[in-house]
């Protein structure tokens, strides 16, 4: 029908055209959703077969498509996972009743603590007690100028008299100092060598019961083979070990130190100190 409207000027137009009712506007949102959802769902479908069906050009491509954007990796948790396991050994030196230097074999801390405490949940925390010890002492080691890391490896010990004596603080550090670019790096880690030197003293007097009179360590570094080697009995990586020289033992303060040590690797390792 058109509407008509006499007069100068006036013109005739069409009316308008009818609006859908409503029933029409309604059924089509649902189909708009269903077309969305099942697109939706088909996509996340494709993308998870692409994912985990065996390697094929279309998993590359989604890949590099939607990794951007989507992907998580497993290490997202722990950025800083610890992928090789350190261990602390010490060595010590004492006289015989004949005077003669006599040599023990490796023995190993941080085993012996970690031993103490398996199948336990809740694990004292003193027994990484040497783990995190020897963790410090390398990231002060680390600092170090290559010269300066070379010379540590070597002996702390000069001859005085008819035996032998620590060297002095001072020239060791003045020693240390002429070999690197940062003088600040070797002050801290003399004091830490200075730590272990007095515990791997008390430490393997109380496990030898000898008083000691050199002590060394070293850093035994074991990495595990990778996940998809993780049953084999063969091992990927050989062990690896970073051994610092001789120090001339440092005597506790209090005997009554080594018996407390004593006591500890008894529970440790069930067996008797002498």
């Given at each position: 029908m058109t509407a008509t409207k006499k007069g100068a000027g006036r013109t005739t137009r069409p009316a308008p055209a009818p609006r859908p009712a409503p029933a029409a506007r309604g059924r089509l949102?649902?189909?708009?959703?269903?077309?969305?959802?099942?697109?939706?769902?088909?996509?996340?479908?494709?993308?998870?077969?692409?994912?985990?069906?065996?390697?094929?050009?279309?998993?590359?491509?989604?890949?590099?498509?939607?990794?951007?954007?989507?992907?998580?990796?497993?290490?997202v948790f722990a950025p800083n996972i610890l992928r090789v396991n350190s261990a602390l050994q010490v060595q010590a030196q004492w006289r015989d009743d004949n005077g003669d230097l006599q040599t023990s074999e490796w023995v190993d801390v941080t085993h012996m603590e970690l031993a103490s405490t398996r199948g336990i949940p809740a694990p004292s925390r003193i027994s990484k007690n040497s783990g995190n010890a020897l963790g410090t002492y390398l990231e002060r080691y680390n600092e170090l100028s290559e010269a300066q890391q070379e010379r540590v490896q070597d002996t702390f010990i000069e001859r005085a008299g008819d035996g032998f004596a620590a060297i002095p603080d001072a020239d060791l550090l003045a020693e240390l100092d002429g070999l690197g670019d940062d003088d600040g790096a070797a002050v801290p880690f003399i004091r830490y060598d200075y730590m272990l030197n007095r515990f791997t003293t008390v430490f393997t007097e109380a496990y030898l019961g000898h008083e000691v009179e050199r002590v060394r360590w070293q850093a035994q570094f074991d990495r595990p083979n990778d996940f998809l080697h993780r049953f084999d009995d063969e091992r990927q990586f050989d062990l690896s070990r970073l051994t610092f020289g001789w120090r001339q033992a440092e005597q506790p303060d209090d005997a009554s130190v080594r018996d407390i040590f004593a006591d500890v690797q008894t529970r440790y390792t069930g067996e008797e100190r002498p």
């Open positions: 949102a649902p189909t708009l959703a269903t077309v969305a959802a099942v697109a939706l769902i088909g996509g996340y479908v494709f993308v998870s077969a692409t994912f985990t069906a065996p390697p094929s050009p279309a998993r590359a491509a989604v890949s590099d498509g939607f990794a951007p954007y989507f992907s998580q990796r497993w290490d």
